[in-house]
């Protein structure tokens, strides 16, 4: 008994202590022209909580392995972020300006992160950050800047049978926006014509819902669906709901 109450004892600190530096970012998705008002877009950072918080905003570039992994690097030559570092009062918010700085000519929509991180402050200083507990939140907002026209293009360039009761899919976007695979349905044809449509994360865990940035191709692993032939070659499309303006 008397683990469980100082259990629930450390729960509730733990949640007083995350409590107490907690802020919001907002919004977390902002598409920018390349020039023009829309080439600025602001973001708000919010305290909710009782004391004075500070934030760093930073830009990051996004790209994506060939595992469908998100990669980053510095992306500060492509914005200008006014204020970068802010100290938030209690129960207050604060507006960022970020303008997009970057090449005029956009062919293939460029994707970025613009990071909000809390870092630690303590009584007019900056706190070490080495304490017991150090519970500091960061958003990750997406940022895209378009094109002057708009292509999608997501197929599936190949499909192989792994040999462990999977099969490899590798989809290419071959269109100059990023496209989020919202339900979406893989259909699969083996070398004997048998054909299977898949839908769901359990079919497709990874590439139901998933995000594939311009230009990129990535691999995903998915069960080996009942009704085709093991070791077979396949032929494959797929098909999903397609919205620029909620993404």
Not at 67 to 90: K, T
Request: glycine letters at 6%; one cysteine or more.
């Amino acid at each position: 008994m008397r683990h469980k109450t100082l259990f629930i004892a450390v729960l509730l600190f733990l949640f007083a202590a995350v409590s107490a530096f907690a802020f919001q970012f907002e919004p977390l998705v902002q598409t920018f022209d390349v020039s023009g008002a829309n080439a600025t877009r602001t973001f708000t950072v919010t305290n909710d909580s009782d004391d004075i918080i500070a934030v760093v905003i930073s830009a990051l570039v996004r790209t994506q392995d060939e595992n469908g992994d998100e990669v980053n690097s510095d992306a500060s030559r492509y914005f200008n972020i006014q204020p970068s570092r802010i100290l938030i009062q209690p129960q207050s918010s604060q507006i960022v300006r970020v303008q997009y700085r970057g090449p005029r000519t956009v062919t293939r929509e460029l994707s970025f992160r613009i990071v909000a991180e809390q870092i630690p402050y303590s009584q007019g200083r900056i706190a070490s950050s080495g304490s017991m507990f150090n519970f500091l939140y960061v958003f990750r907002a997406s940022a895209y800047v378009l094109p002057s026209q708009i292509q999608e293009n997501v197929v599936v360039s190949a499909v192989a049978d792994n040999g462990d009761g999977t099969l490899s899919v590798t989809l290419s976007n071959n269109g100059n926006v990023h496209q989020i695979l919202y339900d979406c349905e893989l259909t699969l044809q083996d070398a004997d014509g048998n054909t299977v449509t898949l839908t769901g994360s359990d079919a497709l865990p990874g590439i139901s819902g998933a995000n594939i940035l311009a230009g990129t191709a990535w691999t995903k692993s998915i069960p080996m669906p009942q009704g085709l032939a093991a070791g077979s070659e396949y032929r494959a499309s797929i098909s999903y709901n397609f919205d620029i303006q909620n993404q």
